[in-house]
C-alpha cells in the first residue's frame, strides 16, 4: 500500500518536469581530453530522484546549502577518497559548485558534477600515463623513502611535482609487492603494466551513465546509506541477483579503492560452501579453468571483473584473494571454485541433529539454520496452497525434528541479511501464542504493530538463537522479538544495525516511458522492537556475546555517517513468555569458562588482534629486502599457527608450501550447541 501511494504521489509530482534542459554546461566545458555530456533523459530522472527524496524519504530532508555542501564532500569523497588523483588547485576551481548543487538538483542543472567529474578523469589519466612511464624507468628498489599507504585524511596534494612524487611511491610499492608474490621481476612488471594499462582502457570507456550514477548516489549517500539510485544497467545486474538464477560463484561484488571485494556470500553457492571466502576479502586476480593464467583485475570496473569471475556451470575458476584485514603486500591465497547455478533448494532452510555431551549427559539438539526470509510471492497470489515460506519449510523442520525426539532447538542465522518482513513475523509466531512481533514506523510519525494472531506454537522447548554480525533487518526483527519475549537466548556477535524499510520504485513507469530510466530505492519507514527501541545502528546485541574479526565501527551500520540514528517509542503490549535473567548469568559464566580452555577461541583473538594491527599500519618504508624479510615472518608464523591448529584437531601438520585445506573452526556453532544443552538441562530442573 505504502508503495502505490508513493508511486502515485511520484506522478504527480513530476508533471512539472517536462520543461526542457538546462543547458548550462557550455559555461564548464572541460579543456581536457574527458567531456562527457549528461544524456536528455538524466535532467528528467535527477528532478524526480530530488523530489522523491525531498517529499517521502523517512528522514525530513531539506534540500539547501546545508545538504549541498555535504553532497559535495561525498562527490569528491567517492571520485577521490585517497586524495591521490586531484590536485588542491582542483578542489580550489569546484569550490564555486559547493553552495549550488541544492539549486541545481531542484532544476535538473547537472553542469557541476560533469565538470567535476570530467576534470578528475583527466586528472586521473594523467596519473596513469605517469605509472607507465615510471614502470619504463629504473626503479629504486633499496631505499628509506615512506610510502603512504592510507591518505584519506590528508590534505590535497598541491603540485604536480609532488603527486609524482607520491605516484613514484606507489608504482614501487606496488612492484615489490607484485614481484614478491610472483617471485619473478619480468613477470611482476608485465602485470603492473598491464593492470595501468587495462586501468586507461576501462577510463577511455567511461560513459555519461556512468557520471549520473555516481553524482546521484553521492546526493543518495548524503542522506542516508539504504536509499539508492540504480542505472538501467545496475537495476538489471540486481533483478538478476534478485532472481537467484545467476550461473557463478555465489557472491555479491564491489569496488572499493581499485579492489573487486566481496560484500555477502549467497547460501548454496560455491564460494560459501568453500569455506575460503569471506566478506570484505579483496579478489585481486582472476585465473579461468585449473590451469589458465591469472588476470590481475585491480582497477577494472565491476561490470568487467563481473564477468570474468561468472561463467557457465561446471566451469572451473581460480581466484587470488586478499583475506579482509590483510596487507597489501600481504601473498595472496588462491581459492579453487568450481561455477554453478546457485540453486534455490540450497539456499532454503536445512536442518539437522546434533548429539552433544554436556555435564556426562547426552542431549539431541537440532539446528535449523535459515539463508534468508524468502517467500514465493507469485505462488501466494495464485493461491498455491503449498508455496515456499521460510515459516513453512521452518515449520516442516521443527515436525521433523520433535519426531526425531530433539531435547532444544538452535536457530542459526548468522549471514542472514534479511528479505520478507512478513516471513519474520510468520517465524516469531512458532514460538510464541500471539502477540506483537515488531512496530514500524512511517515518515509521518504513524506507528504501526505487526502482530502474529495465529495461536498455533509449533514448538514451546529450549531454544538458542545464533547471529552474527552480518545478520541484518529480517533476522534482527526474529532475533529482538525472541529476546524481548524471553523466548530464546541469543548467542553470537552484535548484528549488523539495519533497521529501515526501503521501497523500489521504477522511474520509468512512473512517467509511463518505454525507456529504462532505472531504479530508486528509498527508504520511507523504520523498525522498532516491541519494547519500544529501534533495530537500526544498534543491531541486536546478544545475551551471550562472542568478539567479532568485524568491528562495529567499519562493519554494520554504526560504520554509516549518514546512517539514521537509534531512538525508541513506546513499547507494544506484551507479556514475556518466561524469565531467562538468571538462568542467563549462569549460562554466560559457564560459558566464559569453555572459552578460556577453548584453542580456538584463542586463536580468534589472535585473529582480532593481527586484524586490527594490519588496519593500524598507514606507510611502509619501500626497501625490498626489509619487506621479503617481514613477508618471510609472517608466513612463517601464519604456517606455525596453522598446524598448531591441525594437531589441535587430530591432524598431521603440513609442509611450507603445500596446499591449506580450511580447517573446521565453526566452535561458535559447537559453542551453541553447549549453550542449548545446559539451557534443556537447566529447565529440566
Known amino acids: 500500500m505504502i508503495k502505490r501511494l508513493l508511486s502515485i504521489a511520484l506522478a504527480v509530482t513530476i508533471t512539472s518536469c517536462q520543461a526542457s534542459v538546462p543547458n548550462k554546461l557550455a559555461d564548464n566545458v572541460s579543456s581536457g ?84 567529474y570530467n576534470r578528475y578523469a583527466d586528472r586521473l589519466s594523467e596519473r596513469i600515463d605517469y605509472a607507465l612511464a615510471t614502470l619504463k624507468g629504473k626503479l629504486n628498489l633499496d631505499s628509506n623513502d615512506v610510502y603512504v599507504i592510507d591518505r584519506e585524511k590528508a590534505p590535497w596534494i598541491n603540485t604536480t611535482q609532488e603527486i609524482n612524487d607520491y605516484w613514484n611511491k606507489r608504482v614501487r610499492y606496488e612492484f615489490i609487492s607484485q614481484k614478491l608474490q610472483s617471485k619473478d621481476e619480468k613477470k611482476a612488471l608485465e602485470i603492473l603494466v598491464k593492470r595501468y594499462e587495462n586501468l586507461k582502457v576501462q ?160 542431549y539431541k539438539i537440532g539446528v535449523i539454520s535459515i539463508p534468508d526470509f524468502y517467500i514465493d510471492w507469485d505462488a501466494m497470489r495464485r493461491g498455491d496452497p503449498n508455496y515456499n515460506t521460510t515459516s513453512g519449510d521452518v515449520k516442516k523442520a521443527l515436525l521433523k525434528l520433535k519426531a526425531a525426539g530433539v531435547n532444544g532447538i538452535v536457530i542459526d542465522l548468522r549471514n542472514n541479511g ?77 548484528s549488523y544495525g539495519k533497521g529501515t524499510v526501503q521501497t523500489a520504485v521504477s522511474l520509468n513507469e512512473l512517467v509511463n516511458k518505454d525507456q529504462d530510466l532505472g531504479q530508486l530505492n528509498l527508504t520511507i519507514a523504520k523498525f522498532y522492537r516491541i519494547s519500544g527501541g529501534s533495530t537500526q545502528h544498534k543491531g541486536v546485541t546478544p545475551d551471550i556475546q562472542f568478539p567479532s574479526m568485524f568491528p562495529a565501527s567499519e562493519f554494520g551500520e554504526s560504520s554509516e555517517p549518514t546512517a539514521l540514528p537509534w531512538d525508541q517509542i513506546a513499547p507494544a503490549k506484551y507479556t514475556p513468555v518466561a524469565n531467562l535473567k538468571p538462568i542467563d548469568a549462569q549460562l554466560v559464566a559457564d560459558h566464559q569458562k569453555r572459552m578460556e580452555a577453548n584453542p580456538e577461541y584463542k586463536y580468534l583473538l ?59 573452526n565453526d566452535y561458535i556453532k559447537d559453542e551453541s550447541l553447549q549453550i542449548t544443552s545446559e539451557l534443556v538441562s537447566k529447565s529440566k530442573s
Open 418 to 494: 534479511g528479505g520478507a518482513l512478513k516471513e519474520a513475523i510468520e517465524l516469531s509466531g512458532l514460538f510464541i501464542k500471539t502477540g506483537p512481533v515488531v512496530q514500524v514506523r512511517e515518515a509521518s510519525g504513524k506507528v504501526e504493530v505487526n502482530e502474529d494472531k495465529n495461536p498455533e506454537e509449533v514448538y514451546t522447548g529450549p531454544m538458542t538463537v545464533l547471529i552474527n554480525r552480518f545478520s541484518a533487518s529480517a533476522s534482527e526483527i526474529f532475533a529482538a522479538a525472541m529476546q524481548d519475549y524471553q523466548r530464546a537466548v541469543i548467542v553470537g556477535e552484535q
Open 606 to 664: 589472535e585473529d582480532i588482534k593481527e586484524v586490527e594491527k594490519a588496519r593500524t599500519q598507514k606507510s611502509v618504508v619501500l626497501n625490498e629486502d626489509e619487506l621479503k624479510k617481514e613477508r618471510e615472518v609472517k608466513e612463517a608464523e601464519d604456517l606455525e599457527r596453522y598446524n598448531r591448529r591441525r594437531v589441535v584437531q587430530g591432524l598431521k601438520p603440513i609442509a611450507k608450501g603445500a596446499d591449506r585445506s580450511p580447517l573446521n
Open 203 to 362: 577510463l577511455n570507456k567511461l560513459k555519461s551513465e556512468d557520471v549520473f550514477e555516481s553524482f546521484m548516489n553521492s546526493f543518495s549517500e548524503t542522506v542516508e546509506p539504504h536509499t539508492l539510485y540504480l542505472s538501467p544497467r545496475s537495476s538489471a545486474d540486481f533483478k538478476i541477483n534478485m532472481s537467484k538464477a545467476l550461473e557463478g560463484i555465489g557472491a555479491s561484488l564491489r569496488t572499493e579503492n581499485d579492489y573487486v571485494k566481496i560484500i555477502n556470500l549467497t547460501k548454496g553457492g560455491p564460494a560459501e560452501k568453500s569455506k575460503m571466502l569471506h566478506p570484505n576479502d579483496r579478489i585481486v586476480a582472476v585465473g579461468q579453468g585449473k590451469d589458465g593464467e591469472f588476470e590481475d583485475i585491480v582497477g577494472w570496473r565491476i561490470d568487467d571483473a563481473v564477468a570474468k569471475i561468472r561463467g557457465p556451470k561446471g566451469s572451473t575458476v581460480r581466484l587470488q584473494i586478499l583475506p579482509s584485514g590483510a596487507e597489501l603486500n600481504s601473498t595472496p591465497k588462491t581459492v579453487v571454485l568450481v561455477r554453478d547455478k546457485v540453486i534455490l533448494e540450497e539456499q532454503k532452510t536445512q536442518s539437522e541433529v546434533k548429539e552433544v555431551t554436556y555435564n556426562g549427559a547426552k
Open 33 to 116: 581530453k574527458f567531456n562527457l555530456q549528461p544524456e536528455p533523459q538524466h535532467f528528467l530522472v535527477s528532478k524526480i530522484i530530488t523530489g522523491a527524496i525531498a517529499n517521502y524519504h523517512y528522514k525530513k530532508v531539506k534540500i539547501d546549502d546545508s545538504l549541498s555542501t555535504k553532497i559535495f564532500d561525498k562527490y569528491l569523497d567517492n571520485l577521490d577518497g585517497s586524495r591521490t588523483t586531484l590536485l588542491s588547485s582542483d578542489i580550489k576551481d569546484f569550490e564555486k559548485y559547493r553552495y549550488q548543487i541544492d539549486d541545481e538538483l531542484e532544476s535538473g542543472d547537472l553542469s557541476a558534477a560533469y565538470f567535476i
